[in-house]
């Protein structure tokens, strides 16, 4: 087993966690140590005893493991623990699905969980198997009925699959309008990434006043709101925020939210946001860049944004050109982080006043595509355009600069 996948107290806790914000009471766990998983129920035969006996003890209905478990896995605990068995995956889902509000976002829930759920569909649902002569239950998978029907469910989940993933599609034409319609209106895109409850909402609504539901739950937000920013009286731009990250995010998951997700590949800068009074903000910085680079992201302009600040000693918190320490809900920091945002967006820009001719009028309408233009002004000689230029744009119209300020 790889080190990432392996549980500690940490992982625990965040998995008691998860549990809580289901609507679940966490009423102990355990850990065990082995070199590798049992390949038929994940843990040994011991300590599965011992988690039957402590689940009888205190009446409990559900155990769920930290680790992906196999689909064979899954059906040898929930024989062997006598109740309901589930996987951090499977947990994470179903939060996600009591949580999206979007149509987009519950397509890509349904999606991530009809994938989840097609590998295991044997030994899952009770309508699939079929009653025996002496009127109990054969397992699924031998001839007859049982098969039969199990083949057609298949069948359906990866019609719906399809289904889905032509939904899907058809919401990423229709973002990807939308997207092209804010490149032609010259409006810069800025993202917010971050490990789930970092304060990506409350950071939001403290820059734009989005007015977004918050609170001290993981995954609190899992649809992407954008909303108008004014970094200065030049420039607005478009501030996203997007799904939490996590440890062991469900692959189907990651897949699924890619549509949310690939607004990242077309933001101007990313801010991934840090909770920095957590103990484990190091660890969770790491998986979230991991999940970056997964993503295709990891060379777009990015600035750390330590927050919860006013929780932790300054004398501990670290001093980089590429962070910014802020206290989203005091507001601390709030004015330095959009001076450092505009900084990197018009890194290189100059304001140059051009004197193009008529003949070269052509060139107003790119200008304004690729510039910030603050005057244009018709006179005898030709079109004068006073515009805020990135490095590319003053080179190649350096002939008509009429001054450079």
């Known amino acids: 087993m790889e080190p990432e996948e392996r549980s500690d107290d940490i992982s625990m806790n965040e998995l008691a966690s ?39 003890a205190e009446h409990c209905d559900l155990a769920v493991f930290d680790n992906e478990l196999s689909p064979s896995q899954m059906r040898v605990l929930t024989e062997t623990l006598g109740v309901k068995v589930l996987d951090r995956s499977g947990l994470i889902l179903d939060i996600f699905a009591g949580r999206a509000q979007t149509r987009e976002g519950r397509l890509q829930v349904e999606l991530a969980q009809y994938q989840y759920l097609l590998p295991r569909l044997t030994g899952m649902w009770t309508h699939l198997v079929r009653q025996t002569a002496s009127g109990g239950r054969s397992p699924i998978g031998t001839r007859g009925p049982g098969e039969t029907q199990l083949e057609t469910d298949r069948r359906h989940i990866r019609r719906k699959i399809q289904k889905l993933k032509e939904e899907l599609e058809e919401v990423r034409r229709v973002r990807g309008t939308q997207r092209r319609q804010r490149q032609k209106n010259d409006m810069p895109t800025v993202a917010l990434v971050g490990y789930t409850n970092a304060g990506k909402s409350t950071l939001l609504n403290a820059l734009t006043g989005a007015g977004i ?37 469900p692959t189907q998951l990651v897949a699924a939210f890619k549509a949310t997700l690939e607004e990242l590949s077309y933001a101007d800068v990313i801010l991934h946001v840090i909770d920095v009074s957590n103990p484990d903000w190091q660890q969770q910085v790491k998986i979230t860049e991991d999940l970056i680079r997964e993503l295709g992201v990891e060379s777009t302009p990015r600035l750390e944004v330590l927050n919860k600040c006013d929780l932790c000693n300054p004398e501990l918190l670290p001093r980089r050109e590429d962070a910014v320490c802020i206290s989203a809900v005091s507001g601390d920091g709030l004015e330095e982080l959009k001076q450092k945002v505009f900084a990197i967006l018009t890194r290189g820009e100059k304001q140059v006043t051009f004197l193009l001719p008529y003949a070269r009028g052509g060139e107003l309408e790119n200008l304004h595509n690729t510039c910030r233009v603050k005057e244009t002004e018709y006179t005898e000689n030709g079109i004068r355009i006073t515009a805020v230029c990135p490095p590319d744009v003053y080179g190649r119209l350096r002939d008509f600069i009429q001054t450079d300020e």
């Not at 108008?228 to 925020?241: E, F, G, I, K, Q």
């Open 18 to 56: 998860l549990l809580e914000t289901a609507g679940g009471i966490s009423v102990g766990w355990s850990l065990q140590n082995r070199d590798t998983p049992d390949p038929g129920s994940f843990i040994g035969s011991g300590k599965a005893k011992e988690i039957r006996d402590t689940i009888a």
């Open 213 to 249: 539901h918050t609170g001290n739950r993981l995954f609190d937000t899992l649809d992407t709101t954008t909303r108008r920013l004014s970094l200065d009286d030049t420039m607005d731009v478009l501030l996203s925020d997007t799904v939490g990250f996590i440890r062991k995010l």
